[in-house]
């Protein structure tokens, strides 16, 4: 069965270019997270959608950063004008039901590097 | 800061010992928590989880053991494999109804053959 995908894999980004980062969850999966990765921490919270609605984006650091699901399927992180302490990986997690399902299922992630 | 942490940031063990992994939350409202491996170059893969109203949960070779009066939880594997090195993650959700998960910092497991 498919899992969580994210696409790409890796982006080496010059700084201050701007990137869009993929993630196709679990079908039929109603939330899905957004968590930045630092090298050798644990994940931190982004954002949160429920179906097509952002519901929580408290983690996102800053004006430059933004999400979206619009048709509560596929999400894309963007980045605008990157920064050198954006570079981690950008893990994407989707669970099946709110209520009845905690448990998040994570992709594989993209690793972001800004030179 | 950081609420859940761990203990130990490294764990090394013997082939077919038995291993724990701790793990501290200062948050006493959080009423669920889960356990994710982490292999290099992957995501965060799901153990185990436990409610706050249990105090013990096992699957397969792994058992969750939450102790609520002292803000602890641990992971015990059995019978270590190789396949079990990786870094693990304990998370919680810091009251009822909350979605985001908020991660530990991690401990690296060593598997020594």
């Known amino acids: 069965g498919a899992g969580v995908s994210q696409s790409p894999r890796y982006k080496v980004a010059k700084r201050g270019q701007d990137v869009a980062l993929r993630c196709d969850p679990i079908s039929g999966h109603v939330s899905l997270f957004w968590y930045q990765q630092a090298l050798g921490q644990g994940p931190e919270f982004l954002t949160y959608?429920?179906?097509?609605?952002?519901?929580?984006k408290s983690g996102l650091p800053s004006d430059r950063f933004f999400a979206e699901r619009p048709e509560g399927s596929v999400s894309t992180l963007k980045i605008q004008r990157t920064q050198q302490e954006d570079s981690a990986v950008y893990l994407c997690?989707?669970?099946?039901?709110?209520?009845?399902?905690?448990?998040?299922?994570f992709g594989s992630g993209t690793q972001l590097s800004v030179l | 800061g950081e609420s859940v942490g761990l203990h130990l940031p490294t764990l090394s063990v013997q082939e077919g010992d038995n291993s724990i992994i701790n793990c501290a939350y200062s948050n006493s409202a959080s009423d669920y928590f889960i356990w994710y491996k982490q292999e290099s170059g992957k995501g965060p893969q799901f153990i185990i989880d436990?409610?706050?109203?249990?105090d013990k949960r096992q699957g397969q070779r792994v058992t969750v053991l939450l102790n609520k009066t002292v803000k602890h939880l641990s992971l015990q594997i059995a019978a270590t494999q190789p396949g079990d090195s990786a870094v693990y993650f304990c998370?919680?959700?810091?009251?009822?109804?909350?979605?985001?998960?908020?991660f530990g910092q991690g401990t690296r497991l060593t598997i020594n053959p």
């Open positions: 998370a919680e959700k810091r009251f009822q109804g909350a979605q985001k998960l908020v």
């Open positions: 959608f429920q179906n097509e609605a952002q519901l929580d």
């Open positions: 997690a989707s669970s099946r039901d709110r209520l009845r399902n905690e448990k998040l299922f």
């Open positions: 436990i409610r706050s109203n249990m």
